[in-house]
């Protein structure tokens, strides 16, 4: 872990993305020995909370819960994590295992002077925050997951329950060399496009947020970077110190996800020495879109019972 990581200057403006009464800023910072793009919002002396973004995502995920967060008095750190968006791509499967990309947010974390935050997550993003919470216990003060199950609890329904396997099928095929590449890229974006809108509630995403989110897909080796977390998980499966989770836990989870059988949200619980279950009834995958302002006031009083 890098723990002398630096923020540096960054051009990249936030195009009205966060509202205007939010002080919020862009930066690039030097995290685990990459360079992260990060959007950090909110009173720098303020309790302090990473929100990691999924697939196929970047910190713009999470723009409906960042005002609501600094309104109640916290600050905010939003990487594009590494391979995504603005945040550097490196070269190799094995530059994402996802022990590295814990340690690039433990280094992130150290960026602002800290020893340790409140860590949200939501689909990789949470993978990664279980596997941070894990791996580097002292990092985390709290800890929220979102539609993410914890690596164990996964790991044991793929090998046990046909059905989740089933839903599993995509993470297979991206296994290939270039090819899901090819697939993900033809027609302007096409397949992640429905892969979005086909699993969220109608309406969630506009055309102008998918468009958005063509632009970070379409940044030089952004596409690769993004496909290699589904490989590095399969090739070099992550092996946790511990399975426990010992920071006091809160896991959100829309009942109507797509890709993850709802047993893994018990199952994912069960795994944390205090842990909390929000099922949220008629959600899909795609939380923070769908209920953003239920899940900030359900993170404000996680994080602020502390």
């Known amino acids: 872990m890098d723990s002398t990581a630096r923020a540096t200057a960054s051009s990249e403006t936030l195009d009205a993305a966060i509202p205007s009464v939010v002080d919020a800023t862009a930066s690039r910072r030097t995290a685990n020995d990459i360079e992260l793009h990060v959007v950090a919002a909110g009173d ?46 490196p070269d190799g499967v094995r530059a994402y295992r996802t022990r590295e ?44 997951v979102v539609n993410a199950p914890h690596p164990t609890a996964y790991r044991r329904q793929l090998l046990s329950n046909p059905d989740q396997l089933r839903r599993s099928w995509y993470a297979a095929c991206f296994q290939f060399p270039w090819l899901p590449e090819l697939a993900c890229r033809y027609d302007d974006y096409r397949l992640l496009e429905r892969a979005l809108r086909n699993t969220s509630q109608p309406g969630t995403f506009t055309d102008a947020e998918l468009d958005r989110y063509r632009r970070a897909w379409d940044r030089d080796g952004a596409l690769t970077g993004m496909l290699d977390w589904y490989r590095a998980a399969a090739r070099y499966p992550p092996r946790l110190p511990t399975d426990r989770v010992d920071a006091p836990t809160l896991v959100v989870w829309g009942d109507e996800d797509t890709a993850l059988v709802p047993a893994l949200a018990v199952d994912s619980a069960a795994f944390c020495a205090t842990g909390r279950l929000e099922l949220l009834s008629g959600v899909s995958h795609w939380v923070p879109h769908e209920e953003p302002d239920r899940l900030a006031d359900l993170l404000v009083d996680h994080v602020g019972s502390a």
């Open 101 to 144: 990309l814990s340690r690039d947010v433990a280094a992130l974390i150290a960026t602002e002077g800290r020893e340790a935050a409140h860590v949200v997550g939501h689909d990789w993003g949470g993978v990664v925050a279980w596997d941070l919470a894990c791996r580097f216990p002292a990092v985390v003060d709290r800890l929220a």
């Open 44 to 89: 720098e002396a303020a309790p302090l909370v990473v929100l990691l973004h999924g697939f196929p995502e970047y910190w713009y995920g999470w723009r409906a819960v960042i005002a609501s967060l600094v309104e109640a008095g916290y600050r905010i750190l939003v990487p594009d994590q590494r391979g995504y968006n603005r945040s550097e791509k």
